[in-house]
């Protein structure tokens, strides 16, 4: 099971890196807009971690806080990026605080995994 977990841990990073990894795309080109990779790396990441919070056949310690403040970080993260699509299809765009704002709540969140225990 403990080998499962890794996998499931591993998809986790997968999704972070290409919702990151896109996020740069999107900053180098300087178009400052949510794409569908994004869309797809933040579902990833998202479904993932659901998957981690589950025991695996042994008794976990989960930090529950930890990961609540993870999952409303990525629930902002999803609603700017929709909110960036979805101006997009409208020929307005988002301002590009916003975009930057993104950026720093990914950081954030990959900060929040590794730092607090």
């Given at each position: 099971m403990e080998i499962l977990r890794h996998v499931v841990?591993?998809?986790h990073?997968?999704?972070?890196?290409?919702?990151?990894?896109?996020?740069?795309?999107?900053?180098?080109?300087r178009r400052?807009?949510?794409?569908?990779?994004?869309?797809?790396?933040?579902?990833?990441?998202?479904?993932?971690?659901?998957?981690?919070?589950?025991?695996?056949?042994r008794d976990?310690?989960?930090?529950?806080?930890?990961?609540g403040i993870k999952l409303g970080i990525l629930v902002v993260i999803g609603a700017l990026a929709g909110i960036s699509r979805s101006r997009a299809k409208k020929n307005t765009p988002l301002p590009t605080w916003?975009?930057?704002?993104?950026g720093a709540l990914i950081l954030a969140n990959a900060a929040l995994a590794v730092i607090w225990r």
């Open positions: 841990l591993l998809v990073l997968v999704g972070f890196a290409i919702l990151f990894g896109a996020w740069v795309v999107e900053a180098a080109a400052f807009q949510a794409t569908r990779l994004m869309d797809l790396g933040l579902l990833i990441a998202f479904v993932a971690g659901v998957v981690l919070c589950a025991p695996f056949g976990y310690d989960f930090n529950w806080a930890k990961i916003t975009f930057w704002l993104i």
